[in-house]
């Protein structure tokens, strides 16, 4: 049973922009943190950005911050993630989880719920 499904990937060249969608088909998502995640080939998976519930508090570690911007609209059970100023380097498959605890998705990267995932590959 699909619980999250990610959406919007694609071939871009540098410099341009995504956004990612992750829509929900469970029914606690409102009262679930969201977080974006990104692993790429033969590397470790990193957290890209969270929400909390609400959606009006984030949080990005240092080494993401300014490109990428995370948001929710709970009335669609859907997160974004954009994508700015996209880099060959940024090439990876994005995931998005959802967990009732921030502490959960930021610090044990261990979400109740995962996407299937979305490649994106950007091109120089």
């Known amino acids: 049973q699909v619980q999250l499904v990610e959406s919007g990937g694609g071939l871009v060249q540098a410099g341009e922009s995504l956004r990612l969608s992750c829509t929900a088909s469970?029914?606690?998502?409102?009262?679930?943190?969201v977080g974006w995640f990104r692993q790429a080939p033969g590397k470790g998976r990193e957290l890209i950005g969270a929400?909390?519930?609400?959606?009006?508090?984030?949080y990005y570690p240092d080494s993401m911050k300014g490109r990428f911007f995370v948001s929710r609209d709970n009335t669609k059970n859907t997160a974004y993630l954009e994508l700015n100023n996209l880099k060959p380097e940024d090439t990876a498959v994005y995931y998005c989880?959802?967990?009732?605890?921030?502490?959960?998705?930021?610090?044990?990267?261990?979400?109740?719920?995962w996407g299937q995932g979305t490649q994106v590959t950007v091109s120089s």
């Open positions: 989880g959802a967990d009732p605890k921030l502490h959960t998705l930021v610090v044990d990267m261990a979400p109740q719920y």
């Open positions: 469970f029914d606690t998502f409102s009262s679930s943190a």
């Open positions: 929400t909390i519930q609400s959606g009006k508090s984030t």
